[in-house]
């Protein structure tokens, strides 16, 4: 019997060691790092979502920005440097007139279309892309305006004459309101 009991004492200290023993890690431990990197793993889910959000947005518009400057650019350098335009002797503003284009020679209006600001030849129809839609992006140019300005004696003024319009950008899902846009007035210097 003595020989069962000191087993049974032996079991019982051994016991006693172990949940003495501070090695290692409890089940409460386990359970509570586990919540704890769950926990971790949603913040960082949630923080990368809203920076590709805004990484999409700034993209988004920076390509925007860069459409509106090359189409101000391209509709700018067409009608500065018109050749002629049509009606201007008329001595009244002029709504979207054709110009002699300095690119084609030929007589042409730019307009918007489903392929963005294209310079329309308007003797053969052929349409010449100046900015093209792109990155699901919309450039439109709008109100052109040719404004001619007289002297005393009837004469126009070379270099003093006035084209006017606006240039636009929207996103192809939403054609309410632009992304960025741009009025602009600039000298005709042509010919």
């Avoid at 993209?59 to 650019?73: F, G």
């Amino acid at each position: 019997m003595n020989r069962v009991s000191g087993h049974m004492q032996c079991m019982r200290l051994a016991a006693a060691a172990r949940l003495r023993d501070t090695r290692g890690f409890m089940l409460g431990e386990h359970v509570l790092s586990i919540v704890f990197l769950g926990l971790l793993c949603i913040a960082i889910a949630a923080g990368l979502s809203a920076a590709l959000s805004s990484y999409a947005a700034i993209t988004k518009q920076t390509k925007a920005d860069a459409m509106l400057a090359r189409a101000v650019e391209e509709v700018s350098d067409q009608l500065t440097y018109a050749l002629s335009v049509e009606g201007s002797d008329a001595r009244i503003v002029l709504d979207n007139p054709s110009f002699a284009s300095p690119s084609t020679k030929a007589s042409s209006r730019i307009v918007s279309n489903d392929a963005g600001i294209v310079l329309t030849t308007l003797v053969n129809g052929k349409e010449t892309a100046l900015v093209p839609c792109e990155y699901g992006l919309i450039p439109k140019v709008e109100n052109i305006e040719y404004r001619p300005r007289y002297d005393d004696y009837d004469e126009v003024l070379a270099g003093q004459n006035e084209w006017g319009f606006t240039v636009a950008v929207y996103e192809d899902s939403k054609t309410d309101a632009p992304l960025v846009e741009t009025t602009m007035s600039i000298l005709r210097i042509g010919s």
